[in-house]
């Protein structure tokens, strides 16, 4: 099974179990049944669980000879209240209930691994359990109780006991008992046989059906988190030599080279990026006497530059030779912000996490988790290495206890993850604070409104909120995986408490998808406003006369002035280079996603009411509806 064919189960597919595996189920449930009628002492099975391994069952039930007999008289054998009685007894979870797609998920995991045939389930009760997922039945499982070893002993009992008729479950979102549940979709209660309680709730499958719709979500978090720093970028007209190819080549960490190549093709077609300085005007707040013609009338914003003197060239001069002597809205300088130039590094660094936490994932949705594992087939030469030869054969060499429900593989991989999601918010964070920052936005408006009249904050208050899901995520990033709390009486006095690890980071996804919407939302508003005033400029010199581009230019000497010939001239050129320039845009992904952002949220023109706006900018990025895994939909 992959992740994405549990995602999609999750989701509501249904599944069909192979005859062909379920002969090696069969052939394991029927192995233990000969070795329990034959006397042989088995763990879970003929003993109690956890730290009452020592008590093997009787052959009555001595609770029978009490004073006043036993009024609560169990059905069937001590064997079978066994199984019944660790099911029951150990749905103790708390909390508001999983979602049904994290409760699917755990049912088709669990389905996949006893499917392997070394668990001693029945294919009756297999079946049965796989028809919780066809049917539609939900059991109700609170989110916390489970501390990662052995296993996910309390949730994984929850979804059990809906198998016997006990507990809660969900059918077409209705809350009801267990019983009803199953009568409504038309199955019965099931009665547990040798080890199939112990097989039912032993195993990682909370923390793993968690770990995988997290990271099922995080793969589209990362390519939103690339999509927002190119629109940025594009916002800035930033810098895209620390994309290049044979700059990663020199430190080719995987995360890091597909970043910059995601990032490069999400601005490939931009005339924004890498555009020389001189051309770029900044903002300058509108005025009445800003524009003269009809078309430009209509315009938010005035824009404007300085010139630099020839006193003020000194020592400059080879720039001065290359760029043209205006200052407007780009600073002077060969290389972005950090927030801009090292987004490779660190959207790489948390790519990289993912994958690392995908690889461990990928091998344990297909692994065995539960205890203790059965080898029928362990006379078969193919189990005899590390044997003694000629030694005879024992119980313990085909039923044979481990470790395979501890999760700590899972909880240090997730406890990865976990520290990076964090990082991937503050550097989404900073752009978005670098774009409102009038002190570092290169030359766009304060807040990125015009503010006429000053009565307006823009975009102030987005970065706030940024800002307080940044603390928010950095302070649940803590991982739980250092911290084990011995459990059954020091029987189990290690664990992993990777249930919690999964689920936080799960929780952790809706805060990040939050930070990148505010930053796509932020910079969706920086962006028009650097395509239009770059147009502005660039249909004021096509339309001809140096004079009306002159005017948008400070420190220009006077008629008769010194320096007044070489400000002409100089002008006259920068007009030239405007005119020679075609449309200026972002590249082309980026634009496709301006535009089906713009579809839900208008442009804003001055202060209105922005929570209709963060709501929508938010759904879009939960939908995914921007990208698909790094491809714009």
Same mark, same amino acid.
């Given at each position: 099974?992959?992740?994405?064919?549990?995602?999609?189960?999750?989701?509501?597919?249904?599944?069909?179990?192979?005859?062909?595996?379920?002969?090696?189920?069969?052939?394991?449930?029927?192995?233990?049944?000969?070795?329990?009628?034959?006397?042989?002492?088995?763990?879970?099975?003929?003993?109690?669980?956890?730290?009452?391994?020592?008590?093997?069952?009787?052959?009555? &039930?001595?609770?029978?000879?009490?004073?006043?007999?036993?009024?609560?008289?169990?059905?069937?054998?001590?064997?079978?209240?066994?199984?019944h009685?660790?099911?029951?007894?150990?749905?103790?979870?708390?909390?508001?209930?999983?979602?049904?797609?994290?409760?699917?998920?755990?049912?088709?995991?669990?389905?996949?691994?006893?499917? &392997?045939?070394? $668990?001693?389930i029945?294919?009756?009760?297999?079946?049965?359990?796989?028809?919780?997922?066809?049917?539609?039945?939900?059991?109700?499982?609170?989110?916390?109780?489970s501390v990662?070893? $052995?296993?996910?002993?309390?949730?994984?009992s929850?979804?059990?006991?809906?198998?016997?008729?006990?507990?809660?479950?969900?059918?077409?979102?209705?809350?009801?008992?267990?019983?009803?549940?199953?009568?409504?979709?038309?199955?019965?209660?099931?009665?547990?046989?040798f080890?199939?309680?112990?097989?039912?709730?032993?195993?990682?499958?909370? *923390?793993?059906?968690?770990?995988?719709?997290?990271?099922?979500?995080?793969?589209?978090l990362?390519?939103?988190?690339?999509?927002?720093?190119? *629109?940025?970028?594009?916002?800035?007209?930033?810098?895209?030599?620390?994309?290049?190819?044979?700059?990663h080549?020199?430190r080719?960490?995987p995360?890091?080279?597909?970043?910059?190549? &995601?990032?490069?093709?999400?601005?490939?077609? $931009?005339?924004?990026?890498?555009?020389?300085?001189?051309?770029?005007?900044?903002?300058?707040?509108?005025?009445?006497?800003?524009?003269?013609?009809?078309?430009?009338?209509?315009r938010?914003?005035?824009?404007?530059?300085?010139?630099?003197?020839?006193?003020q060239?000194?020592?400059?001069?080879?720039?001065?030779?290359?760029?043209?002597?205006?200052?407007?809205?780009?600073?002077? /300088?060969?290389?972005?912000?950090?927030c801009?130039?090292?987004?490779p590094?660190?959207?790489?660094?948390?790519?990289?996490?993912?994958m /690392?936490?995908?690889?461990?994932?990928?091998?344990?949705?297909?692994?065995?988790?539960?205890n203790?594992?059965?080898?029928?087939?362990?006379?078969?030469?193919?189990?005899?290495?590390?044997?003694?030869?000629?030694?005879?054969?024992?119980?313990?060499?085909?039923?044979?206890?481990?470790?395979?429900?501890?999760g700590?593989?899972?909880?240090?991989?997730?406890?990865?993850?976990?520290?990076?999601?964090?990082?991937?918010?503050?550097?989404?964070?900073?752009?978005?604070?670098?774009?409102?920052?009038?002190?570092?936005?290169?030359?766009?408006?304060?807040?990125?409104?015009?503010?006429?009249?000053?009565?307006?904050?823009?975009?102030?208050?987005? /970065?706030?909120?940024?800002?307080?899901?940044?603390?928010?995520?950095?302070?649940?990033?803590?991982?739980?995986?250092?911290?084990?709390?011995?459990?059954?009486?020091?029987?189990?006095?290690?664990?992993?408490?990777?249930?919690?690890?999964?689920?936080?980071?799960?929780?952790?996804?809706?805060?990040?998808?939050?930070?990148?919407?505010?930053?796509?939302?932020?910079?969706?508003q920086a962006?028009?406003?650097? /395509?239009? *005033?770059?147009?502005a400029?660039?249909?004021?010199?096509?339309?001809?006369?140096?004079?009306?581009?002159?005017?948008?230019?400070a420190?220009?000497?006077?008629?008769?002035?010194?320096?007044?010939?070489?400000?002409?001239?100089e002008?006259?050129?920068?007009?030239?280079?405007?005119?020679a320039? $075609?449309?200026?845009?972002?590249g082309?992904?980026?634009?496709?996603a301006?535009?089906?952002?713009?579809? &839900?949220?208008?442009? *804003?023109?001055?202060?209105?009411?922005?929570?209709?706006?963060?709501?929508?900018?938010?759904?879009?990025v939960?939908?995914?509806?921007?990208?698909?895994?790094?491809?714009?939909?």
């Open positions: 099974m992959t992740r994405a064919d549990l995602v999609a189960i999750a989701r509501g597919r249904c599944v069909v179990l192979d005859e062909v595996q379920l002969t090696r189920v069969r052939r394991a449930a029927e192995f233990l049944a000969d070795k329990v009628h034959c006397g042989e002492p088995v763990y879970g099975v003929t003993t109690g669980f956890g730290s009452n391994a020592d008590k093997l069952l009787g052959a009555h &039930r001595l609770r029978d000879e009490l004073p006043g007999g036993n009024p609560e008289r169990q059905k069937g054998t001590l064997l079978e209240e066994l199984q009685n660790l099911i029951v007894t150990h749905a103790v979870c708390v909390g508001k209930p999983l979602a049904v797609e994290v409760v699917r998920a755990m049912l088709a995991i669990r389905v996949n691994t006893l499917m &392997r045939g070394h $668990s001693g029945r294919v009756d009760t297999l079946q049965a359990l796989a028809e919780l997922l066809n049917r539609g039945v939900v059991p109700v499982v609170p989110q916390k109780g990662g070893a $052995s296993g996910d002993l309390a949730p994984l929850h979804l059990a006991i809906v198998l016997l008729g006990g507990g809660e479950a969900f059918v077409d979102g209705e809350r009801m008992p267990g019983a009803q549940a199953l009568a409504r979709v038309g199955l019965v209660p099931q009665r547990l046989s080890k199939e309680g112990l097989a039912l709730n032993n195993g990682t499958a909370q *923390m793993l059906a968690t770990a995988v719709l997290a990271l099922d979500r995080i793969e589209t990362l390519a939103t988190a690339d999509l927002a720093a190119a *629109m940025t970028l594009d916002a800035f007209a930033g810098r895209s030599g620390a994309l290049r190819p044979e700059v080549a020199l080719p960490h995360g890091q080279v597909e970043t910059a190549r &995601r990032l490069r093709t999400l601005i490939e077609g $931009s005339t924004l990026v890498d555009i020389p300085y001189h051309l770029v005007p900044r903002f300058r707040t509108w005025a009445a006497d800003a524009w003269r013609e009809p078309e430009d009338q209509a938010r914003f005035d824009i404007a530059w300085d010139w630099v003197p020839s006193s060239r000194h020592g400059r001069e080879a720039f001065y030779t290359r760029f043209m002597p205006f200052r407007g809205g780009k600073k002077h /300088q060969p290389q972005d912000a950090y801009l130039r090292c987004m590094q660190v959207h790489g660094a948390v790519r990289d996490a993912w /690392q936490a995908s690889r461990i994932i990928d091998i344990e949705l297909n692994a065995v988790t539960d203790p594992l059965i080898f029928p087939d362990a006379d078969d030469p193919v189990f005899a290495e590390g044997k003694a030869a000629g030694r005879p054969q024992h119980i313990e060499d085909q039923v044979v206890s481990a470790g395979h429900f501890h700590m593989p899972l909880a240090l991989a997730m406890s990865y993850v976990k520290a990076a999601l964090p990082v991937l918010a503050s550097i989404s964070e900073r752009r978005l604070a670098k774009l409102v920052d009038p002190a570092t936005n290169d030359g766009l408006p304060a807040f990125l409104i015009g503010n006429e009249d000053a009565t307006d904050s823009g975009f102030m208050i987005v /970065q706030y909120t940024a800002a307080a899901l940044v603390n928010d995520l950095a302070t649940r990033a803590h991982p739980a995986s250092v911290y084990s709390v011995p459990t059954s009486a020091n029987a189990e006095d290690h664990v992993s408490m990777g249930t919690n690890e999964a689920r936080h980071v799960l929780e952790m996804t809706e805060d990040l998808g939050h930070v990148l919407a505010l930053e796509l939302y932020t910079a969706a962006l028009e406003y650097r /395509q239009d *005033m770059l147009n400029a660039r249909g004021l010199a096509q339309r001809g006369g140096w004079e009306a581009l002159a005017a948008k230019v420190n220009a000497p006077r008629e008769g002035e010194a320096g007044r010939a070489m400000f002409e001239a002008v006259k050129a920068l007009r030239d280079a405007l005119a320039s $075609s449309d200026f845009h972002a082309t992904q980026v634009r496709a301006l535009a089906k952002i713009r579809e &839900r949220i208008d442009f *804003m023109q001055r202060d209105r009411a922005m929570d209709g706006d963060v709501s929508r900018i938010c759904e879009l939960a939908e995914g509806g921007l990208v698909d895994r790094g491809r714009l939909v």
